[in-house]
């Protein structure tokens, strides 16, 4: 059972089963090693520690080629670990990111997207997973984003939020919460544990204790706001940074206290250690300062270092992208569990095989309102050395870069490559939608279709009682529409669903024509009405809504009705039975609106991200 913090409570000393720890902040590269080590029947799974650094820069650390000694004891670490080198977060702020991490989800998928909003109802988490294994759950956290409130506590016996002290936030730093952790690591021979650390240190404002804060200069400054950071000079920007790099360096040192005791108790080499960060930070990188803002390499590229149990693949290095979304996956790999085939990252043990040069899209999303009011919008994804950058607010605009030529994202190839650009924005669209809330429509041409037989053309009708909100395509080609008609009570669709090209006498679902919309109405619970317009398809339209389960038009629907299961974007892989169809078909699905956030925030609460300059 979840919990807040336990005072004088000697069960969240109690620690049982393997600690599992996750550090974040590290990137991948191609090498050669070893198989994987699994856990076998004679061998106990390994503890689990998760250990994040909030608003750390991977560029900012000495295993990622900073020139300042900001963090000996993870440089230390490298010998014994895997880093990953490009390593990325799905947002630039924490609570989207850090649910993420802990869910295995993007985003769009776990629903903790804005300030009040909380993970969503039905979404598991890393401690629930692994409790079902057998682990005992901890976590520390000190930043009120990942709070019980938000849905973070859930899965976890023991979750000790720190910010419920009262105490200003900018003063629990990581000493405080080592001391914490060590009360809640196992001793060797326990059960195991998985142990999530959430500490804050990097974060503004940047006031490092003595002596760190003149470490890197002699004169700091005093504490400040990320929104002042336009107004200061050269100077005083980097007296910033510099006190900055120093409470990465003071973050460091109790890490390495962790790595201490960790040996210290006889469960290092047992134990699957992951550094990690949720995002990073501008320094005027590109005309903005802090995070929550843009999605430049400097907020999205984070530290991701991974030492495995008992030296596996111990001091190498990989440069394959990587996610945050891929640590639940490794961690349950390792931990000897089934992962979800909901979840989209990878074992990251073998992104690390010489033969495992996959190709990745990752997906970025932001939507956040800052301190004052102003609301930062934006979107992205990474291809390959591609990056797409498409901002709605405060101001639209789009950028393209070549981070293989450009890593500092300086030159905009939008002009240069409009349809590369325009490829990527659909991919953004694509993706998106999958998981937007309302009616999802996936016209599909048939998989028996005859070789150069003629496109198929499929009209449709839809009719509301209430109106169209919104109506998204997907994959439409030049002729296909979507009209929304009597005053936003109609919706008139034509699709041409052309015919695949075989060679092989074969079709590959991926070769056919897959047209999707995704229809919203106002209210969420209105009915709609779906009918075929004429003239009607060639041997008709084929409706399914579920494996197994088929219906005709006309249909009456609502986005709450039970029964439509079936991702429509998983209609295109159906080739068995009883969907092997000759004649095109019509998937629908649904997708429920996200519960209502939460009006008022506590006063604690509020007071605590008002510490931190969010509100």
Known sequence: MSRGRTHGSPSHRAVRGPVAVLLVGGALLGVSCAPPRAPSGEEPPPHVVVYLVDTLRADRLGLYGYDRPTSPRLDALASDAVVFERAYAPSSWTKASTASLLSGLEPVAHGAVSRSHRVAPGISLAAEYLGDLGYRTRAVVTNPHVAARFGFAQGFEVFLDLTEDGMPIRYLRSDRVHREVEELLPLRGEP???????????????????????????APRPSFRV?????????????????????IRFNDEQFGRLVDE??????????????VSDHGEEHMDHGRGGHGKQLFEEVVRVPLVVK?????????????????????????AVAGGEVPPRLPGVDLRGLSQPEASVARTLFFDLDLEQQGGERHVARGVLDGHGKY?????PRRREMLFDLQRDPGETANLVAASPDRALALSRAIDAHRARHRSGLHLALVDGLDSEVGSPSAVVNLRLSTTGTFAEVIEVGFE?????VVVEGGRGLVVTVRLDRPLRESGDVSPRSRDVDRLVVAVEPADAEVVIGSGPPPPAGGLRVVLGPGETATLPLALSVG??????????????????????????FVSAVPPAPPAPAELPPLLRQQLEALGYL
Do not use: C
Request: aromatic residues 10%.
């Open 227 to 247: 929104e002042h950071l336009p107004q200061l000079g050269a100077a005083e920007l980097a007296a910033i940074q510099a006190l900055y790099d120093a409470e």
């Open 478 to 482: 030049e002729g296909d529409r979507a």
């Open 308 to 332: 495995f149990p008992h030296g596996w693949q111990a001091d190498a290095r990989v440069g394959s992208v990587s996610s945050l979304l891929d640590v639940l996956p490794t961690i349950l």
């Open 389 to 393: 950058l498409e901002e709605i607010l």
């Open 561 to 586: 009705m039970p029964g439509l299961a079936l991702d429509p974007y998983e209609a295109p892989r159906w080739t068995r039975d009883p969907f092997r169809l000759a004649d095109p078909a019509l």
């Open 262 to 275: 960790l040996k210290r108790r006889r469960i290092y080499d047992d134990t699957l250690l992951i550094f």
């Open 192 to 218: 195991p544990v998985f142990l999530y650390v959430h500490t804050i240190d990097p974060h503004a404002p940047n006031n490092p204790p003595a002596p760190y804060d003149k470490l890197f200069t002699a």
